[in-house]
């Protein structure tokens, strides 16, 4: 039979290259096709196929003209499916079977083809692949290799697979439906079988203990393809799935990757890096955040050892940096699994003791690669504690960078998943003063709201995560003053707190806190606390969603033993700031639930912050092993005891928290008897003459009997206050509070209002600080050498004598 339409076709393909049209594409499929249905023969038929796909390999697979609608959807394709792929893979069982060289030329194609995916052409990708068939064949031949050890010699069916699984894995950054990964499941659970099977671990207690080595098409498919293509499912399959494969591969491989020496790994190939690479993905990064901690605990100790091992290798890396042609790539990846290892908290807490980690990380942040920055600066904001902060020579650069990647992203729709990234992980890092004071010097503010008020953001990736950056930065009294004042601001949160629709939920729940914050909170901190014996609640549980297992478990446990409890069972979606604020007021004590979690969270902080202000009893409890607070979560537990729930059985750490409320209780009872005692020695000691609660005192403080400054504060009504922290001081020693404060005045209001709530679980409110400093000063010589250093401009003090 004359093949010379197919031999001139293709030759006119050859000679177009990337220049050719669609149209003539599609001519040349129309002939193609006209000419297979002719023939008869089996292998010629084969031959000329592979003629046509070798012609159609010089046209750029990049270029987007193969997946071009028309042609997707041309007969030809779909015979290179049925008539090589699905014939071909049926035919596995027989065995000597020749299989023609065709099949793999056209899954490559097929492979590249599928680079091309993209929104318009998807639906016409997922009815070329996406066939039943096709999976089903698939799906069969992973389960027998697994079962019955079948096809592990025969290289090009190993080959094909993995070919097929990339080709499925490029569907993963669009829209699948959950019917469309039902439809593909016999895949993925192939595959789960495949990488639970004895042959996986065989697979890798074969490797040679070395980063320098060639992984074979075995290795190739079940240590590297396979991973990769689990990371697609991370939304629609079920965690025991992946955790089954973690029990039994993890252990391995983190032998086998701890026994290759780190000086070896800038040699490792790129097959042999993208195994590794897909490996720790799928080891450490497999789970959304509500399954992360069964991870966390079941796996630590290899965690703690690949994180470790991670950190040398980066550290020989550095120090050989004269292979200047690899090591980019190399620290990309190597700070890429640094930072999904900080997903973990306690794996977290364990690389904040790898002395040399944060001097490494900062050490890359001069290198000009913006992913590399992007994953160095979201570690650093994790890792670095608030002392580590207060010792870098420039927090400012950190600052600086933030700023300008913001400028540099949010106007190019290219990037706006790398601009998502940046928001999100400067949220760590405006947990710390000076890095927060750092971006408001540096206008940080004004790029923040137009995040918020611009329609063009996304609602939840961008202007959600905006606000809860400007809630954290309006604990800064400057940068709040400066969100109070733009008018168009306040109007557009108070537009976007009053919407409830349920798809924005968050976006909501964001604008509520941050307009809390900006016009109610000040109120109501200041206004009266509830009497010691009226509290509605026992105890009011302030925790982080990530921990709510943990935190659910101690609450079920209390409402047990009789306490009244208030808990937002549901946070993330939660209750109002109004109603979370109520009930802190109504609660006796707070348990704070410390965890990296609840630090990172501005909600968190806001509830945590009201209650130190409101002067309520914090119980701090420890929810994350090796966790240490820091920064403002470590100044609002400052000297309290921790009752920690991770170095013990939870019955042994719970009798302590009970211990703690209980204490405190008693303690509250306490205070209470001795309030009324003291009331009781003031008003018997001034029974006598009632006249002396309008008659004058000494004039000069310095005269006055512990009586008179008990007098004193009768008269200006603070007896019930300032008084209790000065009932056994006479006036000199009254003198002495009052040069401290005006030496810093803050600092003792701060100082005076924790001693008062500690002592007496009495709240200082800011007016009756100001008003004991206001009246005091009419009885205060001007001859105080304290008093003079202090005074200047701000006070004016006059002679005793002139009253």
């Not at 669009?174 to 079988?193: C, E, H, N, R, W």
């Not at 109120?523 to 709510?548: P, R």
Request: charged content about 20%.
């Amino acid at each position: 039979m004359n093949n010379s339409i197919i031999d001139d076709q293709c030759t006119i393909i050859r000679d177009s290259g990337a220049k050719i049209s669609i149209e003539l594409l599609k001519t040349s499929f129309d002939l193609f096709v006209s000419e297979l249905k002719q023939i008869d023969d089996i292998d010629m038929k084969n031959n000329l196929i592979e003629q046509m796909v070798c012609s159609l390999s010089v046209v750029p697979y990049r270029n987007k003209k193969l997946a071009d609608l028309k042609l997707l959807n041309h007969e030809f394709y779909f015979i290179l499916r049925d008539k090589i792929l699905i014939e071909n893979l049926r035919e596995r069982h027989i065995e000597d079977k020749i299989y023609p060289k065709v099949l793999l030329d056209v899954l490559i194609f097929f492979m590249n083809l599928s680079c091309n995916i993209n929104n318009n052409n998807l639906n016409e990708f997922k009815y070329l692949f996406f066939h039943k068939i096709l999976i089903n064949e698939i799906g069969n031949c992973l389960n027998e290799m697994s079962t019955y050890g079948k096809y592990l010699d025969n290289n090009l069916i190993i080959r094909s697979i993995n070919y097929l699984l990339i080709l499925f894995k490029h569907f993963h950054a669009y829209d699948i439906t959950k019917a469309d990964y039902l439809s593909i499941s016999p895949i993925f659970y192939g595959v789960i079988q495949c990488l639970c099977c004895s042959y996986s671990i065989d697979l890798i207690k074969s490797l040679k203990q070395s980063f320098i080595q060639k992984l074979n098409d075995n290795q190739i498919l079940f240590l590297c393809s396979m991973p990769y293509y689990l990371q697609w499912y991370s939304d629609y399959y079920h965690p025991e799935n992946i955790i089954k494969i973690l029990r039994i591969l993890l252990n391995e491989f983190t032998i086998w990757m701890t026994n290759c020496h780190p000086d070896t790994y800038y040699q490792c190939s790129s097959q042999l890096a993208k195994m590794i690479r897909h490996l720790t993905y799928l080891f450490v990064r497999p789970l959304k955040s509500d399954y992360i901690n069964i991870l966390c605990q079941d796996f630590y100790h290899d965690y703690c050892k690949l994180v470790l091992h991670w950190s040398l290798i980066l550290s020989s890396i550095l120090s050989n940096s004269f292979n200047k042609y690899n090591i980019k790539l190399n620290i990309r990846i190597i700070v890429q699994n640094l930072y999904n290892f900080t997903l973990h908290s306690n794996v977290l807490n364990f690389m904040k003791t790898i002395s040399n980690l944060i001097p490494m990380l900062l050490q890359m942040t001069d290198i000009q690669n913006d992913e590399i920055q992007l994953n160095v600066y979201r570690c650093l904001g994790k890792i670095m504690i608030e002392t580590d902060i207060k010792t870098m020579a420039n927090p400012q650069k950190i600052a600086s960078m933030y700023i300008d990647y913001i400028n540099n992203t949010m106007n190019d729709f290219n990037k706006t998943e790398r601009f998502t990234s940046l928001l999100k992980s400067l949220i760590n890092f405006v947990q710390h003063d000076q890095v927060k004071i750092e971006l408001i010097k540096q206008n940080a503010l004004p790029l923040l709201i137009k995040c918020v008020i611009e329609i063009r953001f996304d609602p939840i990736n961008v202007q959600q995560i905006a606000l809860e950056i400007l809630l954290a930065l309006a604990f800064d009294n400057n940068a709040l003053e400066v969100l109070k004042q733009n008018e168009i601001f306040m109007n557009h949160i108070q537009i976007l707190s009053n919407n409830s629709n349920s798809t924005t939920i968050s976006l909501q729940r964001a604008a509520e806190r941050l307009l809390w914050k900006l016009e109610k909170e000040e109120k109501c901190i200041n206004k009266s606390i509830v009497s010691n014996n009226k509290y509605k609640y026992d105890i009011m549980i302030s925790y982080s969603h990530k921990d709510k297992d943990l935190c659910f478990q101690i609450h079920e446990q209390l409402i047990k033993d009789g306490y009244s409890v208030w808990i937002d069972k549901d946070c993330l979606r939660g209750s109002t700031m109004i109603g979370i604020a109520n009930a802190i007021e109504n609660s006796h004590n707070v348990l704070i639930c410390m965890s990296n979690m609840y630090k990172q969270s501005v909600y968190c902080q806001s509830e945590a912050h009201y209650a130190f202000e409101r002067g309520c009893r914090l119980i701090p409890i420890v929810l994350e092993s090796n966790y240490q607070p820091d920064g403002w979560l470590g100044i609002l537990v400052s000297g309290k005891i921790y009752v920690n729930f991770t170095n013990q059985e939870f019955t042994l750490a719970y009798e302590k928290l009970k211990n703690e409320i209980n204490h405190y209780q008693h303690q509250n009872f306490n205070i209470l008897s001795n309030i009324n005692e003291s009331n009781e020695i003031i008003f018997s000691n001034t029974k006598q003459d009632q006249s002396n609660f309008q008659s004058d005192l000494p004039k000069c403080i310095s005269e006055w009997s512990c009586d008179d400054v008990k007098l004193f504060f009768m008269k200006i009504k603070l007896d019930k206050t300032i008084l209790l922290l000065c009932t056994h001081m006479d006036g000199h020693r009254l003198l002495e509070l009052y040069e401290m404060c005006l030496i810093n005045r803050e600092s003792m209001y701060q100082s005076l209002k924790f001693e008062l709530n500690e002592t007496y679980h009495t709240l200082l409110l800011i007016s009756d600080y100001l008003t004991f400093l206001h009246e005091i000063k009419f009885y205060v010589p001007l001859t105080s050498t304290n008093v003079q250093a202090t005074q200047s401009s701000r006070l004016s003090i006059t002679f005793c004598n002139v009253l």
